[in-house]
């Protein structure tokens, strides 16, 4: 089975995730989106498989998100998606693939919803917020 994570190792949420994915014994496609970002025709079809709009998955943090007045209702999918494209950045992660489905990870844990063995035991995030304890039950 292949999982796929469009993935920022400065993020810690992306980070948290592909620990998720790597401890439940998948070994994913990890793509730097941000040096290969996707394709416009993969991003229109990540967009869909999430059920979202292009304006969904924009990130507003520590991205020109402001700069570029994007606020704005203005934007249509196209032009919002042509931003994306130049900005990678603008692009929310970590937007997590698998033969079960297509999320965007954001908390993390949203990724055992795709994950083909989701038991995946104790787990605790980077800030120390517990998602499995060690009994197995998900915390949040």
């Not at 990890?30 to 990540?46: F, H, Q």
Request: hydrophobic share 40%; charged share 25%; net charge negative.
């Amino acid at each position: 089975m292949t999982v796929t994570i469009y993935h920022n190792r400065a993020c810690g949420t992306s980070r948290n995730t592909l620990a998720i994915i790597r401890q439940s014994g998948e070994e994913p496609e990890v793509i730097d989106y941000l040096k290969t970002p996707p394709s416009r025709e993969r991003l229109v079809e990540l967009i869909a498989a999430m059920g979202m709009t292009p304006r969904d998955l924009l990130r507003e943090k520590d991205t020109p998100y402001a700069e570029l007045g994007l606020a704005d209702p203005k934007w249509t999918d196209e032009q919002i998606l042509d931003l994306m494209l130049e900005h990678p950045i603008l692009i929310n992660r970590p937007i997590v693939v698998s033969p079960l489905g297509v999320v965007l990870a954001r908390p993390s844990e949203k990724v055992l919803d795709i994950l083909p063995n989701p038991e995946i035991g104790a787990f605790t995030k980077e800030d120390g917020e517990v998602v499995i304890d060690a009994s197995g039950k998900r915390t949040v």
